[in-house]
């Protein structure tokens, strides 16, 4: 849908639903509603269903040059991008004292040793 | 069938066995449902949400954790490459478990935090709920689950967002997820508790400021389906993302949506009715026979703008929308296809100087995820609007035709 230049609103045609503005070639701006893009892990506007969902978290990295080691993760997601067995998401086993789900220790925290 | 289209976002009702007996609970959850998965069945359901490529399941209840195999499952979930993630009130969840759920791999755990204690423990029938539902987010933080919380907003706690708010931040939630209280199962049989239309006149202005607050906070504020609809504020509200330009996609029901009910029962979304959209049982078919074959899992793939009424069918944005949220609208009126739960609409109306009132019209069944009907009148926007005090907003206006399974009422 289009962008009213006045007031932000979506314009599905040519008249603004919210403010009456007349949308004309010059002073429209197209964007496009995302989609759920799963295959290659894109970026979503879905949110679940009432009282049961949780706000999406998208973790899935929306900016690819971001993504260095293509695990799909990037920024608050992957605390390691050398590496793309390492990301918040990545089961983590004690004791190898690699921090694989970026939580801060190796294992889950009261494994024992778990401080990386 | 689109191809494309597949069970991305799963809803698991675990167990409707629960600590609480809320009195929006639209499951009307208390007691276990007969009939009820056992873990073994529970694991082969798990193998076919991975042949479907689920990418994400949220347990629910009830209170998921009351079913014995909970953390078994969390695990055959993480296993299969699923990200298990968990709804919960949060009353059981001891630091015990919450670092054994950690251990299971649950990824993210969203407590449900119904405004403030007196609100809260009021709506939650139960004295000491809102303690435990922060004990909860607080034990959850400390094994390192990231936590998250949610918030049903009627007209019992609606004038608690903002300080509610800052509760939240302080205990380490970096989502927040709002949504309005729709009228089913006991939801329905208290009109008094629920919004009306024109109230999102002032709600969604409210929830824009704070999603705008939570930016720099760290805290991801999102509008649950039946929030909305469109107005400014759309982009600002529906973007997961500062300045992003998303929008209200309609209803994903049956397209990347599904839920999966305690005694194997499958429709496109956990909220839906399960009188008219139960598409099959997981003991009788698999999951892929009833999402691609079954008619009520497909009814939100196949309509059209032919299939809405009311101000929706003539609505600019009828196309994108679709009548917003189906369960909400089929709560109401028995069918989907035109719901006046819409921010957009109401704006339209008060310009008119006018409002939609919903007036309740047939009690509910009395059973899981039932509703009442409603209808609409149009009154001027400067009616009268005499909110009943406060604990009389819990008051059954409706009595169910069937007794409920547990009340604490």
Redesign the interface.
């Known amino acids: ?1 289009k ?1 009213c230049p006045s ?4 314009v ?2 040519t ?1 603004c ?2 403010c009456g503005h007349v949308i004309t070639k010059s002073t429209a701006k197209r ?1 496009f ?4 893009n ?2 290659v892990g894109g ?1 979503t ?14 973790p899935f990295c ?1 900016d690819p040059s971001a993504d260095l080691d293509g695990d799909g993760y990037c920024f608050e997601f992957d605390c390691d991008e050398s590496d793309p067995a390492i990301h918040r ?1 990545a ?1 983590d086993e004690a004791g190898d004292g690699v921090d694989t789900n970026c ?3 190796d294992g ?4 024992a040793g778990t401080t990386p | 069938m689109n191809e494309a289209l597949h069970p991305a976002y799963v809803v698991w009702e675990l167990t409707l066995a629960c600590d609480h007996a809320c009195r929006h609970c639209g499951s009307r959850a208390g007691g276990a449902r007969n009939g009820e998965l056992t873990t073994t069945e529970a694991l082969d359901v798990v193998s076919e949400l991975a042949e479907m490529q689920a990418r994400e399941v949220v347990l629910i209840g009830g209170e998921a954790y009351l079913h014995d195999g909970f953390l078994t499952i969390v695990a055959a979930l993480r296993d299969a490459g699923i990200r298990p993630t968990m709804t919960t009130g949060g009353l059981g969840i001891t630091p015990e478990l919450a670092r054994a759920m950690k251990s299971a791999g649950i990824q993210m755990v969203s407590v449900s935090v119904d405004g403030l204690e007196p609100q809260h423990d009021r709506i939650r029938a139960r004295t000491g709920s809102f303690l435990g539902a922060l004990s909860a987010l607080r034990s959850l933080r400390d094994a390192g689950i990231p936590i998250a919380s949610n918030i049903n907003v009627n007209r019992v706690n609606r004038g608690d967002l903002e300080e509610l708010y800052e509760v939240l931040l302080e205990v380490g939630i970096s989502a927040w997820q709002i949504q309005i209280t729709a009228p089913l199962g006991r939801a329905a049989d208290r009109p008094e508790m629920l919004l009306q239309p024109w109230d999102l006149l002032d709600l969604i202005p409210r929830v824009a400021a704070l999603k705008k607050r939570g930016y720099p906070d760290g805290v991801r504020i999102m509008p649950g389906n039946n929030l909305g609809y469109f107005g400014p504020e759309e982009a600002l509200l529906r973007s997961y993302h500062e300045g992003g330009r998303d929008h209200f996609q309609g209803c994903q029901a049956g397209k990347f949506v599904m839920g999966i009910e305690s005694h194997g029962a499958v429709k496109g979304c956990p909220s839906l009715q399960s009188a008219a959209y139960v598409g099959g049982s997981l003991r009788e078919k698999t999951l892929r026979e009833i999402w691609e074959e079954s008619d009520e899992l497909a009814f939100a793939r196949k309509r059209t703008v032919a299939d809405l009424h009311g101000f929706c069918r003539e609505c600019a944005y009828a196309e994108t929308c679709m009548g917003g949220c189906s369960f909400t609208a089929h709560a109401l009126f028995g069918r989907t296809g035109d719901n006046p739960y819409c921010y957009h609409r109401a704006r339209v109306h008060a310009k008119r100087g006018v409002r939609e009132r919903l007036v309740a019209r047939d009690a509910a069944d009395g059973r899981p995820f039932d509703h009442g009907l409603f209808e609409i009148r149009v009154e001027p926007s400067d009616a009268p609007d005499v909110v009943a005090p406060g604990r009389d907003l819990i008051r059954i206006g409706r009595k169910p035709k069937q007794p409920e399974r547990a009340t604490r009422d």
């Open positions: 849908m962008s007031c932000e609103s979506f599905p045609a008249i639903p919210e964007v509603g995302r989609v759920l799963v295959a970026a506007a879905i949110t679940l269903a009432a009282c049961y969902g949780l706000p999406y978290e998208d929306s998401f089961s939580d801060g220790v889950y925290p009261g494994d």
